[in-house]
């Protein structure tokens, strides 16, 4: 991520891809908050641990040069998310003055 704006960055919230399932809803995406200043113009990586779901494995696809992912979960009645374009979207960036902005 890269800071163009004129005030220093002091947290980010994102989600990234993460298909799995809670209880029988079907979830595509994690959420993290990332605590870390970035000044104007300076650029950081941020990265969360992909949380491990129970019985679940990933199914990669590449489809006209793009990475997909889908989980595949449960032993005796396995279940199939749907293919979910691997990827990271911010939703909120908090300024170091307070002020906050976020995605629509």
């Not at 002091?10 to 993290?32: L, N």
């Not at 992909?50 to 494995?57: F, L």
């Amino acid at each position: 991520m890269k800071n163009e704006g004129t005030k220093a960055i002091k947290s980010v919230a994102w989600a990234f891809t993460d298909p799995h399932f809670k209880g029988d809803k079907e979830v595509g995406y994690s959420e993290a908050k990332t605590k870390m200043n970035i000044a104007p113009g300076q650029s950081a990586v941020l990265v969360q641990r992909v949380p491990e779901h129970r019985n679940c494995g990933q199914a990669t696809a590449m489809a006209w040069g793009t990475y997909s992912i889908a989980g595949s979960c449960g032993r005796p009645n396995r279940k199939m998310t749907s293919y979910y374009t691997v990827e990271a979207k911010l939703k909120q960036v908090v300024y170091s003055d307070d002020s906050v902005w976020n995605a629509h």
